[in-house]
């Protein structure tokens, strides 16, 4: 029954994680920061950790998980960039645990079960109660954020599957060392290729006045 408490303080971090993101845009370039973060885990896990080289300990299956982990940060970050309420986003992109289930469904063997997917419909109902009040107020000239949205979910699912493929083989703290090197080194490239900048950026005065309208 750890699972369960681990994700109960998954969730609230998430919700820490998701607002912090939301009240940096105002300040900060979206994605550096996400860079930054990622990049910060990476020098605290691999010291933490206690898997100095990187070589010996690499393995597939971590790698790419932080590669899709990345992936999902990036579209996530810029999806809250877009919307007022960074809940709406992260009401939305937990849909994805619907193609998370089928999937694993397939790779991993197990058989199909209505006592497991009930309560993930019974949840995704009651996110989209939740914010779809919100959606109707949303301008349908402006829904980018969605379709960004949906790319993150994606990878998340692309996140859990490689994520439990990687841990069926090494140790949980190798297993981070890895993924958060892959997300850190994914969001570096994107936002040098983005923005041509690498490292945390302040926003400029007009760019700090345009994000305030949003």
């Not at 994700?7 to 919700?15: Q, R, V």
């Not at 089928?102 to 997917?117: G, I, T």
């Amino acid at each position: 029954m750890n699972w369960i408490i681990d994700s109960i303080i998954a969730t609230f971090g998430g919700a820490i994680y998701t607002s912090f993101l939301k009240l940096s845009q105002s300040s900060y370039d979206a994605t550096s920061v996400v860079s930054f973060v990622l990049f910060l885990s990476f020098i605290f896990y691999y010291i933490t950790g206690g898997y100095y080289n990187l070589v010996k300990n690499f393995e597939t299956w971590g790698f790419i998980s932080g590669i899709t982990f990345g992936l999902t940060t990036y579209f996530f970050n810029k999806a809250l960039s877009l919307v007022n309420n960074p809940g709406i986003p992260s009401s939305i992109v937990r849909s994805q645990v619907v193609l998370t289930f089928f999937v694993s469904l397939f790779l991993f063997n197990e058989k199909f079960s209505w006592k497991k997917f009930a309560p993930i419909l019974v949840i995704i109902f009651g996110c989209l109660i939740t914010v779809y009040p919100n959606l109707k107020s949303f301008d349908a000239k402006n829904m980018e954020w969605i379709y960004l949205t949906i790319i993150a979910g994606i990878c998340t699912t692309g996140n859990d599957i490689t994520s439990k493929l990687s841990l069926n083989k090494i140790a949980n703290k190798q297993f981070l060392v890895l993924q958060m090197l892959a997300a850190s080194l994914t969001n570096i490239i994107l936002q040098f290729f983005t923005n041509k900048t690498v490292g945390l950026q302040k926003l400029s005065k007009d760019k700090k006045k345009k994000s305030s309208k949003i």
